[in-house]
């Protein structure tokens, strides 16, 4: 068995071991910068599902992307985000929703635009729990 030196797993007292993504993504932001960005992503993200719901209700959906696609995106990134704005771990899944959205859109064949889908909801699943993981790790002091 060979045992890699250059990261060796430490468990702590709890049992929980070192993990590297979610040490990654519990880095800890500047409470005025976070903050900031947040607000930012916030006014964007409704900008964006306004203008997603007018070009809807006009009739020209074919604008933008779908209005469940965004709503739904809008919510959990804006609600993750404002839980971990403390730390980085949210900005992984404001890429994978924006994904999400951009895929919704694309020409596909119906089976390649379901499974494509159903992959970045996942991500998005995954995304959101390690954020949420990550945010009350670093809280957490270090010992």
């Known amino acids: ?35 900031l960005l947040v607000t930012l992503l916030a006014l964007l993200v409704f900008l964006f599902w306004a203008y997603t719901l007018v070009v809807t209700w ?8 779908p209005l469940f ?38 020409p596909l064949i119906a089976i390649v635009q379901v499974l494509l889908q159903a992959a970045l909801v996942a991500l998005m699943v995954a995304a959101a729990v390690y954020a949420v993981v990550a945010a009350e790790r670093a809280e957490q002091p270090r010992f």
């Open 69 to 106: 696609q965004t709503t739904v995106a809008a919510l959990l990134v804006g609600g993750v985000a404002f839980y971990a704005r403390k730390t980085v771990g949210w900005i992984w899944l404001l890429i994978i929703a924006a994904a999400w959205c951009v895929v919704s859109m694309l």
């Open 1 to 35: 068995m060979t045992v890699n030196a250059a990261s060796p797993a430490v468990t702590h007292d709890d049992g929980v071991q070192n993990q590297s993504f979610v040490g990654f993504l519990a880095r800890r932001v500047p409470t005025a910068v976070g903050a």
């Open 58 to 65: 006009i009739g020209h959906g074919e604008l933008s992307t």
